[in-house]
């Protein structure tokens, strides 16, 4: 099963960033071509007959599997960066953070006014950025087709942040 293996890649980093933090450290799963292989296969299983229209990734660790996601189901990939990285025409979205705020910005022209968009990261905690991410998709006229985290925190209770959006929110891996 794919959640074992994940769970198995992943290791766990105690006190990062801060102490008494358990920081669920993913790149052990990116020096395993074989595991990242069948993430995306399955991947690929889950949203190949959802009738999107594109996939958007937040910085950094969302493009790591939405982009070859977005290629290999033949979607366009739409980039969510924080501020001041986009070169282009751009609206941007601030959220609160623990500690201050945070904005993520995205393309005026990257997405259209009814197009369906999949949300994709690799961690879903407490759901401030991917809610961030679906207000901007749509700022854009986007629907919000749905998310996807490779890992969810589910003690910090994101999901429920994101339901607003829709129901349709698969994490791969959960603690």
Known sequence: MIENQIKNA???????????????????????????????????????????D????????????????AMRLGLPFVLIRKAGKLPYDKIGYSYDLEYGSATIEIHTDAIASGERVLIHDDLLATGGSAAA??????????????????????????????????ENIVNLVSY
Do not use: W
Request: charged letters at 25%; one cysteine or more; aromatic letters at 10%.
């Open 133 to 166: 991410a679906a207000e901007l998709v749509a700022m854009c006229g986007g629907e919000i087709a749905g998310f996807n985290f490779l890992v969810s925190l589910d003690f910090l209770e994101g999901e429920e942040k994101l339901k607003h959006y829709t």
């Open 10 to 52: 992943i290791r766990d980093v105690v006190d990062f960033p801060k102490p008494g933090i358990v920081f669920k450290d993913i790149t052990p799963i990116m020096m395993n071509p074989v595991l990242s292989q069948q993430i995306l296969d399955h991947l690929v299983d889950t949203y190949k007959d959802q009738k999107l």
């Open 54 to 69: 594109k996939i958007a990734g937040i910085e950094s660790r969302g493009f790591l599997f939405g982009y070859p996601l």
